[in-house]
């Protein structure tokens, strides 16, 4: 009987080991197939990046040592896609027979608290709304080491497979003033070490055939008053006590980039420079600031040589592009940029989307026209499909939203408006994101009359409208942006 017995225990085991077995083999293969499932076609290279600042391997927040020198690739022959030239051949900016397709790498070395809220919120209840007042009260040490984990989180070797995964061919970076230092002594920026990080994604886009436009986003006094030019509140450029000398302080800055970009190791992957984004000229006077454009072109120039360098952008200072016409016709390379949005007017954030959509096929695209014919090339650097401004700080920190009517002076789109499901996909119908499909495309196709558009911006912490890569994922943004439909024309509606 021993033996018997002895064979049906093997036997037993037998069947339980296949059992175990079998079990297991499911396991690894759920294990293997979920993520499958779950990554994005543009992030099958998440694990196989090579970061300039580090080795091989899984991608990973990278921090840059210090005295690190970031060295310029010599190649420049990288072709992002079939659709633009390789970077050592000429982007036909001039004619706009290829057209910019990118988007902006925002609250990345400039900060914004609603494109990465978590960076704020501790600090909020101490009275923390921007950059300024982050680094004023953490202080040198601690600012620094927190911008330097963000800077090297926020944007990695994979934000540019991505991109280029997308059919995109130029990014925006805005940059604050502090990245190149000489601040004064009340200043409390972090100074010197955003420039490291920028370089570093200068290369990464230069690996990947990715044309890289910087620009000046925060000037010394802030030329806005709004938390994305590193201070909100008052505007202490052309304007107020210190005005006049913040203003000629940022020439040297403008100066310190022309050369840098100018130069034979940049000029392919950074043919096109922001002089500054969004002076507030509608509050300053437009004479002011167009006075000082022209002198910041002048210094633009002067670093560069004529017939060299980058292109020179200015922003149209919120005075529409028909204030522009004529503005410095004939200039050496010098382009318009105009930002274009719906949730920050209540009488187009009150229209239905019909209407909305309507307005951005005729009246933007004519726009485009118009201004390519009086001006010169005219590009769109900002837009979204946002058609509120519910993402949650996007007015700034504790100002409330237009669209609930918690804005001051603003009144509620309607009497049951609410922001609470706006920055929840998961809740967006199918004919919601239709719309939102269509008003992409009617977007694209008015500014593709021009130069070309930077959508804003490539991702957010928690705001879906406002990113690119939510947008993909969530379908009304198209997996190749070379390949989409028009929409304009083909529903009746003319963009000229």
Not at 183 to 198: G, N, Q, R
Request: glycine share 8%; proline share 6%; aromatic share 12%.
């Amino acid at each position: 009987m021993a033996p018997h017995h002895q064979k049906s225990e093997r036997s037993c085991f037998r069947r339980y080991l296949c059992l175990i077995l079998l079990v297991i083999l499911v396991v690894v293969a759920a294990a293997v197939a979920i993520p499958l499932v779950l990554v994005k076609p543009w992030d099958k290279h998440n694990n196989s990046s090579t970061s300039a600042g580090g080795g091989t391997g899984p991608s990973a927040p990278q921090l840059i040592p210090p005295n690190t020198t970031i060295p310029p690739s010599t190649d420049d022959s990288a072709q992002v896609n079939s659709y633009t030239p390789a970077l050592n051949q000429p982007f036909d900016y001039a004619n706009g027979t290829v057209k910019m397709r990118g988007v902006n790498l925002g609250g990345w070395l400039v900060l914004e608290p609603f494109i990465t809220p978590s960076l704020f919120n501790p600090y909020i209840s101490a009275g923390v709304v921007d950059e300024w007042t982050l680094c004023q009260h953490l202080g040198p040490a601690a600012a620094k080491t927190l911008l330097e984990s963000h800077y090297a989180s926020w944007v990695t070797e994979d934000t540019f497979i991505q991109l280029k995964d997308l059919g995109l061919n130029h990014v925006r970076v805005p940059v604050g003033f502090w990245a190149m230092g000489n601040l004064t002594a009340d200043e409390p920026y972090v100074p010197d070490v955003a420039w490291t990080y920028l370089l570093r994604g200068v290369e990464w886009a230069r690996k990947y055939g990715i044309r890289v436009m910087v620009e000046l986003h925060a000037a010394p006094g802030s030329q806005n008053g709004w938390n994305h030019s590193g201070r909100s509140g008052q505007i202490n450029w052309l304007n107020g006590t210190m005005g006049t000398i913040n203003a000629e302080r940022t020439l040297p800055y403008l100066q310190q980039m022309a050369t840098f970009f100018s130069s034979p190791d940049y000029v392919h992957v950074n043919p096109i420079m922001g002089m500054l984004n969004e002076p507030a000229a509608y509050l300053i006077g437009a004479d002011k600031v167009m006075a000082w454009y022209k002198e910041a072109f002048a210094t633009v120039r002067q670093a560069t040589g004529a017939g060299k360098g980058p292109w020179a952008i200015i922003h149209d200072g919120f005075l529409g592009l028909q204030a522009w016409s004529g503005f410095m016709s004939g200039s050496d390379r010098l382009m318009i940029d105009a930002h274009q949005y719906i949730m920050f007017d209540e009488n187009l954030m009150n229209m239905n989307q019909s209407a909305q959509i309507k307005f951005s096929c005729e009246q933007w695209g004519a726009d485009s026209v118009t201004s390519t014919k009086n001006f010169g090339p005219t590009m769109v650097g900002e837009f979204s499909v946002a058609v509120n401004d519910c993402a949650t700080y996007l007015n700034g920190v504790g100002v409330g939203y237009r669209w609930d009517g918690t804005f001051p002076g603003s009144k509620p789109h309607s009497a049951n408006s609410t922001c609470t499901y706006e920055n929840d996909a998961s809740t967006y119908s199918p004919a919601y994101k239709q719309f939102l499909s269509d008003f992409f495309n009617a977007q694209l196709d008015s500014f593709e009359k021009g130069a070309g558009w930077f959508y804003w911006n490539f991702k957010t912490e928690s705001n879906p409208l406002w990113s690119y890569f939510d947008g993909v994922a969530n379908g009304w943004i198209p997996k190749d942006v070379n390949n989409r439909q028009s929409y304009c024309v083909r529903n009746g509606f003319s963009t000229n």
